[in-house]
């Protein structure tokens, strides 16, 4: 149904320096689903993602997220955007400066006008989803690889946004820690009943968690579909990629 459409992307193009970077593109994400998109380094991945996040211009009805094309709104209509999407950068983006309970109280503290005390126990309620019950006084420097990822998680969902992009969250993890991200994030899209958008290219995270793929090679689309279809695709560069990411 439209309705259940909370991404939608028709024919886009997109050039950098005059190089296409993604050509034609169309897909959707469907309510209540995890979407992967997916393909090598270079693929256009990242652009894409630019684009849905509204950093990038784009053609009025060439992008549609929660029915708005992000790159077209003015201040107003951004600031309410915004504050219906969390966004789980690769690196995590918290500021050093600032605990880890600070830097999760931000987008509460910018956005609404909540006492501090009512934001404070969302936030470790928040911390608490992530498994990081103790650690609301530390400061980012303090903590792991993995604890650092868990922060920025609750950071990302801190608001309870509907939508939430995942940009390569399991970046620098080891495979324990990335399978144990991975399990805590179906977890979280379950219980607050988020829609989330993946861009990664780790097949091991794919397999754990996608329900549906959207496959790029050298900016183009050539899959769309459920997850089972694509292990199943002929296509010859979708079989590579599973084939080779699971060490076939």
Known sequence: MESDKLIEVKRLTALIDDKIILSDISFHAYRGDITVILGSIGS????LLKHLLGLYPSEEDAVSVLGKNPSLLDETEENQFYQQIGVFYQEGALLNSLTVGENISLPLEQNTKLPSDLI?????L???LVNLNDSYDLYPSQLSGGMLKRAALARAIVMDPPLMFCDEPGAGLDPVSMASLDKL???LQKLMGMTVLMVTHEVSSILRIADRIVS???????FEG??????KSDNPS????FTKGRGE
């Open 238 to 241: 979708v079989k590579d990629f």
């Open 185 to 187: 994030i179906v977890n």
């Open 226 to 231: 459920t997850l089972t279809s694509a292990l």
């Open 120 to 124: 404070e126990k969302i936030v470790r």
């Open 216 to 222: 790029l090679d050298k900016g183009k689309k050539i």
């Open 126 to 128: 928040k911390l608490q």
């Open 44 to 47: 256009g991945k990242t652009t």
